[in-house]
């Protein structure tokens, strides 16, 4: 009996979302976090980078928002020690 092959199409690839810059509110939104907690941890070093857009205006991505927030995720996740 021959070995049957799969002639599926191949799952697509995820469509690429284009980048977003999000304002300091919606970072509080998204995270949860208070703008003296987002200042504490800019200042540590532990939180994304932000974004000049103007002289004035700063943002964030969005997308590197969402990969610190499933880090931490993760992180909560793992087996303490």
């Known amino acids: 009996m021959p070995a049957t092959t799969d002639h599926s199409t191949p799952p697509a690839a995820p469509a690429l979302i284009p980048e977003e810059l999000i304002d300091l509110k919606t970072v509080m939104r998204r995270t949860g976090l208070a703008r003296s907690t987002v200042t504490k941890l800019i200042t540590a070093g532990t939180f994304p980078k932000r974004v000049k857009v103007t002289d004035r205006a700063t943002r964030?991505?969005?997308?590197?928002?969402?990969?610190?927030?499933?880090?931490?995720?993760?992180?909560?996740?793992?087996?303490?020690?």
């Open 60 to 81: 964030w991505s969005a997308r590197a928002i969402e990969a610190w927030i499933q880090a931490r995720i993760a992180a909560s996740a793992a087996p303490r020690r």
